[in-house]
Every structure is written in C-alpha cells, then in structure tokens.
C-alpha cells in the first residue's frame, strides 16, 4: 500500500520559516517525481516544487521566485521542502504527490501525479 504522508505544517507569521517533509513508503521512491502542490479555499490546486527521480531536475512555481527549495533523501525516502520568507498569501494546505516517470524530469499538471498525501495546513499570519 503506498502511503504519502506530509509532516511540517502550521501557523507561522510573515516572514517566517517552515519546513515540509513527505515521507513515502510502499512504492519505489527512486522511480518517482515528487512534487508539493498546494490549495487555497476557491483557488486552483498549483504547483509549488517539484524535483526528479535523481533529484537532478527541480522545479518551482513562479510565485516561489528563491524563496523555496525542495530536496530529496533517497536513503530516507523522504522529500523535503523548505520555506523561508513566506507570506500570508502562502496559507493553504500543501500536498505531496509522487508521479512515475521514466526519465529523470518533473512534470507541472497535477493530473499527473499518481499518489497523493493527505495534505498538511500552512497558515500565515500577517
């Protein structure tokens, strides 16, 4: 059974950090993109990182511009997200997802992406 489960979330004020961890089990995590998503209430689920198989390819989305880095620990099976400088605009909750790929790329549309976390709450205040 594949299990995804996010870990890091919860209230912060502006300007603040937190760090997101994705721990996965039950699947080959080398044969995976991750990527964290993230949804506000009435908002569009969007792409907020995500990093390849190899951990060679990253992507962010372009509200990130520096502020996010995400990483991945193969030995720990686990993705990593850290979030420095964040805004109130950054409240939603957050989701990692794992999509299989051949290649080592990452892929933007969440319709991609195989398994899903249950997601975890980011507030920030202002």
């Known amino acids: 059974q594949v299990q995804l489960v996010e870990s890091g979330g919860g209230l912060v004020q502006a300007g603040g950090s937190l760090r997101l961890s994705c721990a996965a089990s039950?699947?080959?995590?080398?044969?995976?993109?991750v990527g964290w998503f993230r949804q506000a209430p009435g908002r569009e689920r969007e792409l907020v990182a995500a990093i390849s198989r190899n951990g060679v390819v990253r992507m962010y989305g372009d509200f990130v511009k520096g502020r996010f880095t995400i990483s991945r620990d193969s030995a720990k099976n686990t993705v990593y997200m850290q979030m420095n400088s964040l805004k109130f605009e950054d409240t939603a909750v957050y989701y990692c997802a794992a999509d299989y790929v051949v290649g080592d790329y990452v892929r933007r549309i969440h319709t991609n992406y195989k398994y899903w976390g249950q997601g975890t709450q980011v507030t920030v205040s202002s």
């Open positions: 039950g699947l080959t995590f080398s044969n995976y993109a």
